[in-house]
């Protein structure tokens, strides 16, 4: 059974920087997708990071590029988003996701995590 537990959410002010992780259990992920989503209060969950478990290939959200970067620690079985220079509008729950998926950006992930708030003040 897959199991993702994500840590590391808190509040910060703006410009600060978090790391959140996501361990991960109960298979081995060859080939599969580890992937960041976002949802803020009132809005629809949104792709924020991905990355390919086998390759370590990513992708980014056009909001985050270059202020967020995905990484993973394969002997932990553990993924890493690093978020840098945070803005108010990085405000909400982050959710880790893995699965078999054809598109990093996919919203077909098949397991997902319990979430972590992250919460940016101005």
């Known amino acids: 059974q897959v199991q993702l537990v994500e840590s590391g959410g808190r509040s910060v002010q703006a410009g600060g920087s978090l790391r959140l992780s996501c361990a991960a259990s109960?298979?081995?992920?060859?080939?599969?997708?580890m992937a960041w989503f976002r949802q803020a209060p009132g809005k629809e969950r949104e792709f924020v990071a991905a990355?390919?478990?086998?390759?370590?290939?990513?992708g980014y959200a056009g909001s985050v590029q270059g202020r967020f970067t995905i990484s993973k620690d394969s002997a932990k079985n553990t993924v890493y988003l690093q978020m840098n220079s945070l803005k108010a509008e990085d405000t909400a729950v982050y959710y880790c996701a893995a699965g078999r998926v054809i598109y990093l950006r996919s919203n077909d992930y098949a397991y997902w995590g319990q979430g972590t708030q992250v919460t940016v003040s101005s």
């Open positions: 109960g298979r081995t992920f060859s080939g599969y997708a």
């Open positions: 990355t390919w478990w086998s390759s370590g290939n990513t």
